[in-house]
Protein backbone atom coordinates (compact mmCIF):
# COMPACT_ATOMS: atom_id res chain seq x y z
CA UNK A 1 0.00 0.00 0.00
CA UNK A 2 1.30 3.36 0.74
CA UNK A 3 4.69 4.20 2.35
CA UNK A 4 4.62 5.64 6.21
CA UNK A 5 5.77 9.05 4.76
CA UNK A 6 3.05 9.24 2.30
CA UNK A 7 0.29 8.75 4.77
CA UNK A 8 -2.63 11.30 4.64
CA UNK A 9 -4.44 12.09 7.49
CA UNK A 10 -8.43 11.69 7.31
CA UNK A 11 -10.17 14.74 8.05
CA UNK A 12 -12.63 12.26 10.32
CA UNK A 13 -14.08 9.05 11.15
CA UNK A 14 -16.29 7.34 12.86
CA UNK A 15 -16.03 4.24 15.85
CA UNK A 16 -19.13 2.77 16.72
CA UNK A 17 -21.11 5.76 17.71
CA UNK A 18 -18.25 8.76 17.72
CA UNK A 19 -17.39 10.55 14.36
CA UNK A 20 -13.80 11.95 15.72
CA UNK A 21 -12.61 14.97 14.05
CA UNK A 22 -9.20 15.17 13.06
CA UNK A 23 -6.79 17.91 13.54
CA UNK A 24 -3.43 17.95 12.09
CA UNK A 25 -0.88 20.62 14.43
CA UNK A 26 2.15 21.86 14.52
CA UNK A 27 2.99 20.40 17.81
CA UNK A 28 0.95 19.24 20.89
CA UNK A 29 2.06 19.87 24.85
CA UNK A 30 4.92 17.64 25.71
CA UNK A 31 6.26 16.62 22.63
CA UNK A 32 3.18 14.66 22.26
CA UNK A 33 2.40 12.96 18.87
CA UNK A 34 -1.00 12.30 19.25
CA UNK A 35 -3.73 12.31 21.67
CA UNK A 36 -7.67 12.06 21.41
CA UNK A 37 -10.48 12.49 23.29
CA UNK A 38 -13.63 11.23 23.30
CA UNK A 39 -15.56 13.92 25.24
CA UNK A 40 -14.57 16.67 22.48
CA UNK A 41 -15.19 13.93 19.70
CA UNK A 42 -11.59 15.19 18.29
CA UNK A 43 -7.83 13.90 17.63
CA UNK A 44 -5.09 15.69 16.92
CA UNK A 45 -1.99 14.48 15.17
CA UNK A 46 1.10 16.67 15.68
CA UNK A 47 2.87 16.71 12.43
CA UNK A 48 6.24 17.23 13.50
CA UNK A 49 9.65 16.77 14.58
CA UNK A 50 9.24 13.42 13.68
CA UNK A 51 11.86 11.38 13.90
CA UNK A 52 10.97 7.36 15.05
CA UNK A 53 7.05 7.32 14.72
CA UNK A 54 5.48 7.88 11.49
CA UNK A 55 2.52 10.01 11.79
CA UNK A 56 0.45 6.96 10.06
CA UNK A 57 1.76 4.80 13.31
CA UNK A 58 0.27 7.75 15.64
CA UNK A 59 -2.95 8.15 13.19
CA UNK A 60 -3.35 4.11 14.36
CA UNK A 61 -2.47 4.63 17.81
CA UNK A 62 -4.84 7.13 18.09
CA UNK A 63 -7.51 5.11 16.65
CA UNK A 64 -6.49 1.94 18.68
CA UNK A 65 -7.75 4.38 21.65
CA UNK A 66 -11.19 5.22 19.96
CA UNK A 67 -11.93 1.33 18.84
CA UNK A 68 -10.75 -0.17 22.21
CA UNK A 69 -12.67 2.65 24.36
CA UNK A 70 -15.81 1.83 22.17
CA UNK A 71 -15.75 -1.72 23.24
CA UNK A 72 -15.30 -0.34 26.90
CA UNK A 73 -11.97 -2.84 26.54
CA UNK A 74 -9.82 -2.27 30.54
CA UNK A 75 -6.79 -1.47 28.65
CA UNK A 76 -8.08 1.57 25.75
CA UNK A 77 -5.83 4.26 27.81
CA UNK A 78 -3.33 1.44 28.01
CA UNK A 79 0.07 3.06 26.18
CA UNK A 80 1.57 0.16 26.42
CA UNK A 81 -0.89 -2.35 25.16
CA UNK A 82 -1.86 0.42 22.28
CA UNK A 83 1.59 1.33 21.17
CA UNK A 84 2.60 -2.52 20.87
CA UNK A 85 -0.88 -3.10 19.22
CA UNK A 86 -0.90 0.06 17.00
CA UNK A 87 2.48 -0.57 15.63
CA UNK A 88 1.69 -3.71 14.11
CA UNK A 89 -1.22 -2.48 12.56
CA UNK A 90 0.18 0.34 10.86
CA UNK A 91 2.70 -2.55 9.62
CA UNK A 92 -0.14 -4.37 8.17
CA UNK A 93 -1.54 -1.29 6.88
CA UNK A 94 2.09 0.28 5.11
CA UNK A 95 3.08 -3.05 3.81
CA UNK A 96 -0.08 -4.71 2.52
CA UNK A 97 -0.33 -5.08 -1.07
CA UNK A 98 -2.50 -5.71 -3.34
CA UNK A 99 -2.99 -7.35 -6.88
CA UNK A 100 -3.25 -4.93 -9.85
CA UNK A 101 -6.53 -6.24 -11.44
CA UNK A 102 -8.71 -8.05 -9.45
CA UNK A 103 -11.89 -9.32 -10.18
CA UNK A 104 -13.37 -11.21 -13.66
CA UNK A 105 -11.32 -10.22 -16.37
ZN1 LIG B 1 -1.77 6.85 23.45
Redesign the pocket.
Known sequence: MSKPHDFKVPASFTVGSISYRVCEVDKLKGNRL?LMCTILKKMWIARGPRVVVPVSETFW??VT?AVLHDMHHPLWAD?KF??EFSKRLDQVITTAKFKEHDGPT
Do not use: I, L, Q, S
Open positions: GHEHEVT
